[in-house]
């Protein structure tokens, strides 16, 4: 089985850590990745401000990437559901607009192999105690695009609740946004931050010590605003707490 | 309150018109703390009762899935339904009038009422009439439309706008209700009792007296319709406080505005909605007034009826394939009690009688993106989705939102009154078509990529607290994140020996 690490454009440029976690992680657990350096962004920055023509080349580099993986692996539920949702419409609006099937056939290629990490790990590999340690309080906000477009469900909560140490604590209005939602940050910034800041208040009554997503950019306007409020609590991205062992612990 | 020449009071619909765009006028209302305490109380109070609602139902998906089909195939053939709607309602007694928009709607209305030689009308709640304004056509020919929902009293005496479908005084709380009571009812007729104190009983009592008074006088109703079943031409109206069914039968005219969308082929499509609708809406497993009227009858109801089918944008709208989706609507509300962003924004940021996620897609397309306001309502939202996981017609309320930002930013093939034009990209995105363009770029080059990550990490120490310029937006209320010394690329050449 050939997998390839979708490692997304923030993740490279910002977090790289997440990457190499699901390196690790995923090396453990004996599954050898790769990471195919022709990757970049999905696009979905510019599909969901509205440029969808734009999006196109970055659709054809994907497929392309990963033409001969059986699996793609990405630590982004956002990413991923721009892959599943939104790649076929790109694929469909080029055909409408009278360009021929390539890109429909790109997405087509793309998207029954694309996995958010806790997807792959529950659905495919069949694991959900990844032999994890991580001695921390944790709170987890199950985000938009994991919630509700890619549906995950439980998956992240049953990885989590097998990490040694780690002790769950509920967040009130867990399924409520965070308020980043990628433009929507910088076009409508003051809905943005009351979201934000409401979402931080309930992440503050947990008393967790660290709060959890299946993706960054979330975690990036989280932690963001709790960084301003001067809040102790860490924003961390569940792959780095799977790929906690005793030997790495911080 | 402004008063034209007749000295008839009016509550503007037209105030509506050169509102600002949705970000700055959300902007003042986050920082109302009375008005984000009014709303998050109260949609998170029904965003709960609606969930227990749907969860009672195992057949809930199969339920909406038939909403939608049934939706969808009746709007493919709507120009038959709507003949077979027009026939049966004539055959019935009643008279069918076809309006383009809202001007040609108000005059139509405003030309029947005066016929009757009235001056007053009582009015059911309605969507249709306070989207074309018609309170403030019929003002300006001297004619007083009283308002008979207690919500919608609340809002037209306190010369205000609604700002929910289903609760439009939302925003006001039982104190400001109590005043607006105590100043303004003795204005549009019998005064609020002396004494009068905020308990819920209470103030429904005020309305109720003040409102009795106009149903026993009132010659001239005016309603909307959450149906028209096509087969026997029958309308129906929903609500939850029988002053619907009041002004739906006392009056001796009838006359009813309503949305060309609005037609179902047969009862047994009604059947689903009335199903669909009262517990997304209101939380409630039957809706209490349930008033149902095929044309006239005599010596029972309204002796003359008419029925003004109102396009104003609708034929546009389903000429888009991703965006007719929205004509699906039932008007449950449902949307707006679980978006974030309403809650925060309130309805009046959206500019129109249609807030929260399902106005940001229906009044950019209902009116053209006409305006900055129009151009800011696609991106009202963050596109967490809870807007289409509630809707009971499974309307994909972000699908259509990213659509309409594509027409915004890159123009493209519109429908604007019958007429196929394309239209040209909105001139304040020429920045971030640029920025946009560029990353694309940048992106599809991964050797540019690198070196981007290169400066960015190299920069890194520099890390400001506050942005110039757009960046701004972010760093206002956030911090930056720490840029990596080493991207993910460069790492994993450097210790997988993979070439970059
Ligand atoms: S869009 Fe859907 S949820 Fe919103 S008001 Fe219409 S029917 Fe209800």
Redesign the interface.
């Known amino acids: 089985m050939r997998v390839g690490l979708f490692v997304t454009c923030v993740n490279d440029s910002l977090y790289p850590r997440t990457g190499r976690a699901v390196v690790s992680l995923l090396e453990r657990l004996g599954v050898r990745v790769d990471f195919p350096t022709a990757q970049s962004c999905c696009g979905q920055p510019m599909f969901n401000t509205g440029y969808r023509h734009e999006t196109e080349p970055l659709v054809r580099r994907y497929a392309a990437a990963f033409r001969d993986h059986d699996y793609v692996v990405t630590p982004s539920g956002s990413c991923a559901a721009m892959v599943r949702d939104n790649y076929p419409r790109i694929g469909a609006g080029a055909e409408a607009e009278g360009r021929g099937t390539e890109l429909s056939e790109a997405a087509a290629g793309a998207v029954p192999k694309t996995y958010e990490l806790t997807e792959f790990l529950v659905d495919v590999l069949g694991v959900t105690d990844v032999g994890a340690y991580f001695p921390h309080t944790v709170t987890y906000h199950p985000t938009c695009h994991g919630l509700r477009m890619l549906g995950l469900g439980d998956r992240p909560r049953r990885l989590l609740e097998h990490v040694e140490g780690l002790e769950l604590r509920e967040l009130d209005g867990a399924e409520e946004c965070c308020g980043f939602g990628g433009t929507f940050a910088v076009k409508n910034p003051a809905v943005s931050a009351a979201m934000g800041s409401d979402k931080c208040r309930a992440v503050a009554r947990t008393g967790a010590e660290v709060v959890c997503t299946v993706d960054n950019s979330c975690l990036m306007h989280i932690g963001g605003v709790l960084a301003r409020e001067g809040s102790p609590v860490r924003p961390v991205h569940i792959a780095e707490i799977l790929a906690g062992t005793k030997d790495s612990v911080r | 309150m402004s008063r034209d020449g007749t000295g008839v009071p009016h509550s503007g619909g037209a105030a509506y018109l050169g509102m600002p765009a949705?970000?700055r006028a959300?902007?003042t209302a986050?920082?109302d703390d009375r008005l984000?305490a009014n709303l998050r109380h109260a949609t998170h109070t029904i965003r709960a009762k609606r969930a227990r609602a749907v969860a009672e139902l195992d057949d809930w998906a199969r339920l909406r899935q038939a909403g939608a089909a049934i939706k969808d195939r009746t709007l493919r053939h709507l120009d038959h339904h709507l003949v077979r709607l027009e026939e049966a309602v004539t055959r019935a007694g009643g008279t069918v009038h076809w309006a383009a928009d809202a001007a040609e709607a108000n005059r139509i209305v405003t030309d029947l009422v005066r016929a009757t030689g009235e001056r007053e009308v009582v009015k059911v709640k309605s969507m249709a009439t306070q989207e074309i304004g018609l309170n403030e056509a019929l003002a300006e020919a001297g004619i007083r439309a009283y308002e008979t929902d207690l919500a919608e009293l609340i809002v037209q005496l306190g010369d205000d706008l609604p700002s929910h479908i289903l609760v439009p005084a939302i925003h006001r709380n039982r104190g400001e209700i109590r005043d607006i009571f105590r100043d303004r009812m003795a204005s549009w007729g019998r005064p609020a009792p002396e004494g009068l104190t905020d308990r819920p009983a209470e103030l429904a009592e005020a309305a109720r007296r003040h409102l009795r008074e106009k149903f026993l006088r009132a010659k001239v109703g005016l309603s909307g319709a959450n149906f028209m079943v096509a087969e026997t031409g029958t309308l129906v109206v929903v609500e939850s406080e029988g002053n619907g069914r009041m002004c739906l039968t006392l009056p001796e005219t009838l006359i009813s505005v309503v949305g060309i969308e609005k037609t179902v082929p047969t009862w047994r499509d009604l059947e689903v909605f009335l199903q669909l609708l009262p517990r997304s809406s209101t939380a409630e497993r039957m809706n209490p007034y349930t008033s149902m009227w095929t044309g006239t009858a005599d010596g029972d109801g309204p002796r003359v009826f008419h029925l003004v089918l109102l396009d104003n944008g609708r034929t546009d709208t389903l000429a888009d394939e991703v965006g007719r989706q929205a004509l699906r609507c039932i008007r449950c509300s449902a949307c707006l009690n679980v978006c974030?962003?309403y809650e925060?924004?309130g309805g009046h940021a959206y500019g129109s009688p249609y807030p929260g996620p399902i106005g940001a897609i229906l009044t950019p397309q209902l009116r053209g993106l006409a305006s900055p306001l129009e151009e800011s309502l696609?991106?009202?939202?963050?596109?967490?989705?809870?807007c289409?996981?509630v809707c009971p017609v499974a309307i994909d309320i972000p699908?259509v939102l990213?659509h309409?930002?594509?027409?915004?930013?890159?123009g493209g093939e519109v429908t604007i009154r019958g007429t196929r034009t394309t239209i040209k990209p909105a001139k304040r995105h020429t920045a971030?078509?640029a920025a946009?363009?560029a990353?694309?770029w940048t992106?599809?080059h991964?050797g540019a990529?690198r070196r981007?990550?290169w400066i960015?990490s190299r920069s890194r120490r520099l890390r400001p607290r506050r942005l110039p310029g757009?960046?701004r937006?972010?760093t206002?209320?956030?911090?930056?994140?720490a840029?990596?010394a080493?991207?993910?690329?460069d790492?994993?050449?450097r210790t997988?020996g993979?070439?970059?």
Not at chain 2, 476 to 481: A, G, N, V
């Open positions: 949705f970000p959300a902007e986050t920082r984000r974030p962003v925060r924004a696609p991106y009202a939202s963050s596109l967490c989705g809870a289409f996981e699908e990213v309409l930002r594509e027409r915004v930013v890159e971030e078509r946009m363009r990353a694309r992106f599809d991964p990529l981007g990550q960015l757009p960046g937006a972010w206002d209320t956030r911090e930056l994140p840029v990596p080493e991207s993910f690329r790492w994993w050449a997988r993979g070439t970059a």
